[in-house]
């Protein structure tokens, strides 16, 4: 089976964190690259905590890596240490280790717009971020995102729920709501995970053990993996 090449853009607190541990393990997904944003906590921060987490995940270590903008494009820049922490993955202590690895010269613009060009097929772009990054790229070789792009997954904006960072605003709409519009605004193939998702998500006992939990693999059994396979297949199903 081909597996579907990816590029991530993230600004990664625990949730990107955990999102970049899936799709480097995930045997579907061809991980191209990852391009980093502000969000959570500042950009430099992003890229020393994403360059950690993809040691954790065994990620190829010639994975090319590269830190964008640090600020929205009109707003004042947001951050949440509230929420992930002062270093943006819970405070863990001890700290994930230092990693060898270092992180492209060149902005994450380039890197997007370089990587679609390269990519003998169309590319999968995950978004979970403020849209900084992805609205510049797309302004920036609008012909490009048209022919190399297979889909943008963007994880925010919120429909019928309120929001997470304000009444009525998911926090990777409000983090730069300009570079938001631009890019849901630019007819590109989008597909939106919204805030109103996230809140019905929920995993059984049997389903969290197929996961490796340890304290619940041995009172699952066997049978998790047949109580987590329709879910499992829908969520491959959706993803390509």
Same mark, same amino acid.
């Given at each position: 089976?081909?597996?579907?090449?990816?590029?991530?853009?993230?600004?990664?607190?625990?949730?990107?964190?955990?999102?970049?541990?899936?799709?480097?393990?995930?045997?579907?997904?061809?991980?191209?690259?990852?391009?980093?944003?502000?969000?959570?906590?500042?950009?430099?921060?992003?890229?020393?905590?994403?360059?950690?987490?993809?040691?954790?995940?065994?990620?190829?270590?010639?994975?090319?890596?590269?830190?964008?903008?640090?600020?929205?494009?009109?707003?004042?820049?947001?951050?949440?240490?509230?929420?992930?922490?002062?270093?943006?993955?819970?405070?863990?202590?001890?700290?994930?280790?230092?990693?060898?690895?270092?992180?492209?010269?060149?902005?994450?613009?380039?890197?997007?717009?370089?990587?679609?060009?390269?990519?003998?097929?169309?590319?999968?772009?995950?978004?979970?971020?403020?849209?900084?990054?992805?609205?510049?790229?797309?302004?920036?070789?609008?012909?490009?995102?048209?022919?190399?792009?297979?889909? #943008?997954?963007?994880?925010? &904006? @919120?429909? *019928?729920?309120?929001?997470? !960072?304000?009444?009525?605003?998911?926090?990777? +709409? $409000?983090?730069?709501?300009?570079?938001?519009?631009?890019?849901?605004?630019?007819?590109?193939?989008?597909?939106?995970?919204?805030?109103?998702?996230?809140?019905?998500?929920?995993?059984?006992?049997?389903?969290?053990?197929?996961?490796?939990?340890?304290? #619940?693999?041995?009172?699952? &059994? @066997?049978? *998790?993996?047949?109580?987590? !396979?329709?879910?499992?297949?829908?969520?491959? +199903? $959706?993803?390509?």
């Amino acid at each position: 089976m081909d597996r579907m090449p990816v590029i991530l853009d993230v600004d990664t607190g625990v949730d990107d964190a955990l999102a970049l541990l899936l799709a480097c393990r995930c045997p579907m997904l061809e991980v191209l690259a990852v391009t980093c944003v502000h969000g959570n906590i500042g950009v430099d921060a992003v890229v020393e905590n994403t360059l950690r987490v993809l040691d954790a995940a065994g990620a190829r270590a010639d994975l090319p890596v590269a830190g964008g903008f640090g600020e929205p494009l009109v707003q004042p820049v947001q951050h949440c240490p509230e929420i992930h922490g002062k270093d943006g993955l819970g405070d863990l202590s001890p700290p994930l280790p230092p990693s060898p690895r270092k992180a492209r010269p060149e902005h994450a613009v380039q890197l997007l717009n370089d990587t679609l060009r390269e990519s003998s097929r169309p590319v999968t772009v995950l978004a979970l971020a403020p849209l900084t990054n992805i609205a510049i790229a797309i302004r920036t070789e609008p012909k490009l995102w048209r022919s190399k792009l297979a889909r #943008l997954v963007w994880m925010g &904006g @919120a429909v *019928a729920v309120g929001g997470n !960072a304000t009444a009525w605003s998911e926090a990777n +709409a $409000a983090y730069d709501p300009e570079a938001a519009h631009m890019v849901l605004t630019s007819g590109l193939p989008l597909l939106m995970y919204p805030w109103d998702m996230f809140l019905k998500l929920s995993y059984t006992k049997l389903e969290l053990s197929l996961w490796g939990d340890p304290d #619940l693999e041995a009172e699952a &059994g @066997a049978s *998790a993996a047949a109580a987590a !396979a329709p879910r499992c297949a829908a969520s491959e +199903a $959706a993803a390509v």
